[in-house]
């Protein structure tokens, strides 16, 4: 097998994903712990102490040197933890959508931020072992990833504001139902262009990762057409609305001047999430626009 160069901006883009998604998951475990009955001392424990942790790595994270051993050795010590927080998100999941445990967080934004998680660390362990997605594919499944997560956040904005705020409630419901719009979109095109992405969501989850079965590499490489440039900017379009929508909603709140269940670190957090989310796809536009299309 052809051995890939390591990519060149490998130090630069896993500092760029700790110091940001570290902060992020001890902010999580900070929501969970918020939200727990508050007999579960079992999972509060475990919530205080994985706060900690990712606290601890994102300070370790701000003080990596550029060099090569050291970010790789911080890629994998992060991937330990998502381990750990992956696991605990799972536990607590699993428990409220069997009813066995109560609590204040809807299960969707469990499952939301188990998805953060694990793209985080696919991402690390995209960085580690040197695997580069091909550009049409990557496109889409930033895109993907992205969409919905920024209609997840409208919704749990729509949902977390006083009901009595209603045309605030109105405009983040239509933001939901851009974003999923958008997102359908996308997976239109996703089958379209990276036909086998579509081929191994039919596969058992198990053989994920593993080399595909006979039979199942025959469909067309991943290729590049007018139209998925212009879907990113569709997409970092919407990103910028929800954006600004965000950033004067974390301006409302803090200044008390609306009736929610939104805390100011929340609102704080899913605005930076938007911000991540324009520089990813920003990443993703520069790559298109290089890429020689069909
Ligand atoms: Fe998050
Ligand atoms: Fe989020």
């Given at each position: 097998?052809?051995?890939?160069?390591?990519?060149?901006?490998?130090?630069?883009?896993?500092?760029?994903?700790?110091?940001?998604?570290?902060?992020i998951m001890s902010e999580h475990a900070l929501f969970i712990r918020e939200g727990l009955p508050c007999g579960e001392t079992a999972l509060i424990n475990e919530a205080i102490e994985l706060q900690r942790l990712f606290a601890q790595l994102k300070a370790?994270?701000?003080?990596?040197?550029?060099?090569?051993?050291?970010?790789?050795?911080l890629n994998r010590d992060v991937i330990q933890a998502l381990d750990r927080i992956i696991a605990f998100k799972s536990v607590v999941l699993k428990r409220m959508i069997t009813c066995q445990m109560g609590g204040f967080n809807y299960p969707l934004l469990i499952d939301h931020i188990r998805r953060e998680a694990i793209r985080f660390r696919t991402n690390l362990e995209k960085l580690n072992n040197n695997i580069q997605t091909p550009i049409a594919e990557l496109a889409l499944e930033e895109e993907i990833f992205w969409l919905r997560i920024m209609g997840d956040?409208?919704?749990?904005?729509?949902?977390?504001?006083?009901?009595?705020?209603?045309?605030l409630v109105k405009r983040a419901t239509?933001?939901?139902?851009?974003?999923?719009?958008?997102r359908l979109q996308g997976l239109d095109l996703q089958s379209m262009l990276v036909p086998r992405d579509f081929e191994n969501h039919?596969?058992?989850?198990?053989?994920m990762g593993?080399?595909?079965?006979?039979?199942?590499?025959?469909?067309?490489?991943?290729?590049v057409i007018p139209r998925l440039r212009r879907f990113n900017e569709e997409v970092i379009e919407a990103t910028m609305g929800i954006r600004d929508f965000k950033a004067a909603a974390l301006e409302l709140i803090e200044a008390c001047k609306v009736l929610s269940l939104i805390s100011p670190l929340l609102a704080s957090h899913v605005l930076r999430e938007a911000e991540m989310a324009l520089g990813d796809l920003e990443m993703v536009n520069r790559e298109l626009n290089k890429m020689k299309v069909e």
């Open positions: 097998m052809e051995v890939r160069p390591i990519r060149t901006d490998f130090i630069t883009e896993s500092l760029r994903q700790n110091r940001f998604w570290t902060q370790r994270a701000d003080q990596t040197p550029r060099d090569q051993a050291a970010v790789c050795a956040h409208a919704r749990f904005i729509a949902h977390l504001l006083d009901p009595s705020e209603r045309p239509q933001f939901g139902k851009d974003f999923e719009t958008l039919l596969l058992p989850a198990d053989l593993g080399p595909l079965p006979p039979g199942f590499d025959n469909l067309p490489e991943p290729f």
